[in-house]
């Protein structure tokens, strides 16, 4: 009895060590590809466009109170460079131009200049600024600031001959803001900003106006923007093979 178990046994197991044999060897698998986190870069040239809105400061002539600061329709172009380095900074220069809607602001003077209509109208308006920003991923917090200047035109009613005094053309100034961008693909970013513009006082010589004083010829804007950027250098890694 003992000898036909060990049979059994001995044949089972030769029966065993054949079957594996017979299969086929275990298919080679390569590890998966590494996905490197995408590196996002801000040095290079852009170009864009923007559209927003703009707004008279609420200043006026003393002892007058027909005062227009109603928003009216802007919209333009940019252009600049950015650097980015240290390594979550960047400084960047760049030039904007602007159309703006007919402001329209006009104002009555109460005697003594009773008669006197004073009218402004900011059209165009333009700055090229330095901005330093912080970049953390896709994003970029940043100030800007700089050298401006408008094409506005600027006239005065004078009363009884019904003459008119105008002092058309460009008025330089200044401008200070700040934004906030974002790198949505590898060469588009968007952003939204806030810029204000100040061009500087308009006053009168003549006496009947002197005791008004002055008024500020300035804007603040709200703008979105799309960007452009060319030679943004490395958006993402890509896929880098796995060593083994």
């Known amino acids: 009895?003992?000898?036909?178990?060990?049979?059994?046994?001995?044949?089972?197991?030769?029966?065993?060590?054949?079957?594996?044999?017979d299969l086929a060897a275990r298919p080679y698998t390569k590890a998966p590809a590494y996905v490197a986190a995408p590196i996002y870069n801000w040095t290079g040239f852009y170009i864009g466009g923007h559209v927003g809105g703009a707004f008279s400061g609420n200043n006026g002539f003393a002892g007058v109170s027909n005062n227009n600061n109603d928003g009216q329709f802007?919209?333009?172009?940019?252009?600049?460079?950015?650097y980015q380095f240290a390594p979550n900074w960047v400084f960047g220069v760049e030039a904007q131009y602007s159309w703006t809607g007919n402001s329209s602001n006009t104002v009555v003077f109460p005697a003594p200049g009773l008669g006197y209509t004073y009218g402004?109208?900011?059209?165009?308006?333009?700055?090229?600024?330095?901005?330093?920003g912080y970049t953390w991923g896709p994003?970029?917090?940043?100030?800007?600031?700089?050298?401006?200047?408008?094409e506005m035109d600027r006239n005065l009613v004078v009363p009884v001959v019904g003459g008119v005094a105008g002092v058309?053309?460009?008025?330089?100034?200044y401008t200070v803001g700040a934004g906030l961008e974002y790198?949505?693909?590898?060469?588009?970013?968007?952003?939204?900003?806030?810029?204000?513009?100040?061009?500087g006082k308009t006053s009168f010589a003549a006496p009947?106006?002197?005791?008004?004083?002055?008024?500020?010829?300035?804007?603040?804007?709200?703008?979105?923007?799309l960007n452009y950027r060319f030679n943004l250098g490395s958006f993402g890694a890509g896929l880098t093979p796995a060593k083994y």
């Open 1 to 21: 009895m003992k000898k036909i178990l060990l049979a059994s046994v001995a044949f089972i197991a030769l029966a065993s060590s054949a079957s594996a044999a």
């Open 208 to 225: 009947a106006l002197a005791s008004f004083g002055s008024t500020r010829n300035d804007e603040h804007t709200v703008k979105a923007g």
């Open 139 to 150: 994003a970029l917090l940043y100030v800007k600031g700089g050298y401006a200047w408008a």
């Open 74 to 82: 802007m919209g333009g172009v940019q252009g600049g460079y950015d």
């Open 120 to 132: 402004s109208n900011i059209k165009e308006i333009g700055s090229v600024t330095g901005r330093v």
């Open 183 to 199: 790198l949505f693909t590898q060469n588009w970013s968007g952003k939204v900003e806030y810029q204000y513009y100040d061009f």
């Open 168 to 173: 058309n053309g460009s008025k330089d100034g």
